[in-house]
C-alpha cells in the first residue's frame, strides 16, 4: 500500500505532468487522496482546494469527478451546485509567489 506524502510538492513550474490513477475523499481526513501515475501519492487538504476555488463555507462534498479526457485533473461538485476544478499541477506544485 502507497503512502500518501503531504511534501511531495515542487516549486511552481517544475512539476513534471502524470495522469491521475487514482482520487478518492478521505472524509475523516477532510482530504482528497491524489494517485498519480508515476506513483506518487498526495494528500490534499479540502480546505485548501475550497479556498483556491471560492466555494462556500457551508457546501458540502457530494461526488468527484476525474476528467476523463486527458486525466489532467478532477472535478469536485458540491450540493449547492458549485463546482471545484483541481489541476495535476495544483496537487504536484507549490503555489507561485507573489
Excluded at 77 to 93: C, K, L, M
Aim: some cysteine.
Amino acid at each position: 500500500m502507497k503512502t500518501a506524502a503531504k511534501n511531495a510538492k515542487v516549486p511552481f513550474s517544475k512539476g513534471k505532468f502524470s495522469k491521475l490513477k487514482n482520487v478518492r475523499f478521505l472524509s475523516w481526513e477532510d482530504a482528497f487522496d491524489v494517485e498519480f501515475e508515476d506513483g506518487l501519492c498526495i494528500l490534499e487538504p479540502h480546505a485548501t482546494i475550497r479556498k483556491a476555488n471560492k466555494i462556500a463555507p457551508k457546501a458540502r462534498f457530494e461526488r468527484l469527478e476525474i476528467d476523463d479526457w486527458c486525466q489532467a485533473g478532477f472535478y469536485v461538485h458540491y450540493d449547492n451546485g458549485q463546482t471545484a476544478e483541481v489541476s495535476w499541477a495544483f496537487i504536484r506544485e507549490h503555489p507561485p509567489k507573489k
